[in-house]
Nanobody, 126 residues
Framework: QVQLVESGGGLVQAGDSRRLACAASGRSFNGYAMSWFRQAPGKEREFIAAIDWIAGHVFDVESKKDRFTISRDADNKIVFLQVTNLQPEDTAVYYC???????????????????WGQGTQVVVSL
């Protein structure tokens, strides 16, 4: 049974940095894309970044790549999201997701993903 368990969220102040972690278990993730999404209240789930489990190739978005960095520890099956200079608009629930099959064109779509964690909430105050 695949499990993705996020951690590292909490209440932070604007300007702080935070490292979120996603512990993956239940199977080998070779060939998977592991991703981070976020969902703010009243908004759609938003892609942040993805990483190929074996090669470590990163898929990201231009508007976020300066403050959001994805990485993985393949030996321990953990995916990280380092976030710097947090702002109130970054307040959201952050989700980890895993996709067995993906393309560069589909990796940013939530419908590509087979497994999701429960999320970890980040609240940024001024």
């Amino acid at each position: 049974q695949v499990q993705l368990v996020e951690s590292g969220g909490g209440l932070v102040q604007a300007g702080d940095s935070r490292r979120l972690a996603c512990a993956a278990s239940g199977r080998s993730f070779n060939g998977y894309a592991m991703s981070w999404f976020r969902q703010a209240p009243g908004k759609e789930r938003e892609f942040i970044a993805a990483i190929d489990w074996i090669a470590g190739h990163v898929f990201d978005v231009e508007s976020k790549k300066d403050r959001f960095t994805i990485s993985r520890d393949a030996d321990n099956k953990i995916v990280f999201l380092q976030v710097t200079n947090l702002q109130p608009e970054d307040t959201a629930v952050y989700y980890c997701a895993a996709a067995r099959r993906y393309l560069a064109q589909t990796v940013k779509s939530a419908t590509t993903y087979d497994y999701w964690g429960q999320g970890t909430q980040v609240v940024v105050s001024l």
